[in-house]
């Protein structure tokens, strides 16, 4: 009866061992991904600034080229304004197909089609809002707006 006791006792140190391995993991992984953001951030943002020089510098350059090859200074202007307003249409719809996708559209129409909550103490004939589960009440007069 004692070697049992004696082995239940290995196992749940050894269990408790393990346990305080893993949260000491844990703990180092979400410390070295916390000191990985920081240049992840920065690294985003030096490429941020690399690739608004780089646009700037090509609209520069073109612009050159058209006001040469129009002669009209507002023109060349007008014309590069048109095609910076046409990247911005195209990224524009890009980034609303992406938050439509992001929208969890499936998820919503089948939280919708799903009845709320009935609790125990809830009665036949109450009706509760969705959100917070409090009960709605109703009037017998009704008011219209005008």
Not at 42 to 65: A, D, E, H, K, P
Not at 103 to 124: I, Y
Request: glycine letters at 2%.
């Amino acid at each position: 009866m004692i070697k049992v006791l004696e082995h239940l006792e290995g196992y749940i140190s050894e269990y408790i061992n393990l346990g305080k391995t893993f949260l000491s993991l844990v703990k180092y992984e979400a410390r070295l991904a916390g000191q990985s953001i920081f240049p992840l951030v920065l690294n985003i943002c030096m490429l941020f600034v690399i690739l608004l020089s780089v646009w700037l510098t090509t609209l520069i350059v073109s612009g050159y080229y058209l006001y040469r090859l129009l002669e009209s200074l507002p023109l060349s202007c007008a014309v590069l304004l048109i095609v910076n307003a046409m990247f911005l249409a195209v990224l524009m719809r890009y980034l609303s197909i992406n938050l439509k996708n992001m929208s969890f559209v499936n998820t919503r129409e089948f939280l919708a089609d799903k009845e709320p909550k009935k609790h125990e103490l809830t009665e036949k004939n109450e009706i509760r809002d969705n959100v917070d589960n409090k009960e709605i009440k109703q009037s017998s007069t009704s008011t219209t707006h005008s």
